[in-house]
């Protein structure tokens, strides 16, 4: 069984300051690891996604995000932020199941920009 | 190109009513899910269809029924709706992308049961 836990429910950050949403993840087997974004209001978008190969993974929006396997971590980092950046965001995490990708999500990080 | 729509955007339903929820998506995917999102829970898979053809359960499957009517479509139906079965019901779909599946989201439906 996988699941996800997301550490902090709500981040408030200035603008233009740095932020890191944490993820950490368990797993029995391989994952591929995913951060998606909400705006209010909206559905889910792809921000990036770790499927193998190089454990630093830049996105959209200029967020990147970096697997740590040893820490079981797939934390979302973004160096300036933006007002336009305000949503929830959230870490899932899945394995191959049955020819469907079964994603199990985290509870969500709300993330507030003030100017 | 929509993507994957939903129908309806919102809707108010009194406990016992039934209602049934629309998705379709016009990407030519074999897979489709149905999730609900409840504040602090994150999203919970409802239902998934592997193929066009099979359907199976997911983590909260109870008091619901799914149809996968075609390829491009994939309904959700409460038979006796409940008041905790107020949610936003997110429909998605995914196909294989570089090795991995990719999941497109559509733009939810917002049910309360009173």
């Known amino acids: 069984a996988q699941s996800v836990t997301q550490l902090d429910s709500q981040v408030p950050v200035f603008e233009e300051a740095p932020v890191e949403l944490r993820c950490n993840y368990s797993?029995?087997?391989?994952?591929?690891l995913f951060w998606y974004v909400q705006y209010p209001n909206q559905g889910l978008q792809l921000l990036l996604k770790?499927?193998?190969?190089?454990?630093l993974v830049k996105g959209i929006n200029g967020f990147e995000a970096e697997f740590n396997k040893s820490q079981t971590s797939f934390h979302l980092r973004k160096p300036s932020v933006h007002i336009s950046d305000t949503a929830e965001y959230f870490c899932a995490v899945s394995g191959p199941i049955q020819g469907a990708q079964k994603l199990v999500f985290g509870q969500g990080t709300r993330l507030t920009i003030n100017p | 190109n929509a993507g994957v729509t939903q129908t309806p955007k919102f809707q108010v339903l009194k406990t016992g009513q039934s209602m049934t929820l629309q998705c379709a998506q016009d990407?030519?995917?074999?897979?489709m899910y149905w999730y609900r999102q409840d504040p602090g829970m994150g999203l919970r898979l409802i239902y998934y269809s592997a193929s066009e053809g099979t359907t199976d359960k997911g983590e909260v499957p109870n008091g619901y029924n799914v149809s996968r009517l075609n390829k491009r479509e994939f309904s959700l139906r409460l038979e006796s709706a409940a008041p905790s079965q107020t949610s936003v019901y997110f429909c998605?779909?995914?196909?294989?992308?570089?090795?991995?599946?990719?999941?497109?989201f559509g733009p939810g439906t917002r049910l309360t049961v009173t």
């Open positions: 797993s029995s087997v391989s994952v591929y």
């Open positions: 998605a779909s995914s196909e294989w992308l570089a090795g991995s599946y990719e999941q497109y």
């Open positions: 770790y499927l193998s190969g190089s454990t």
């Open positions: 990407m030519n995917h074999n897979s």
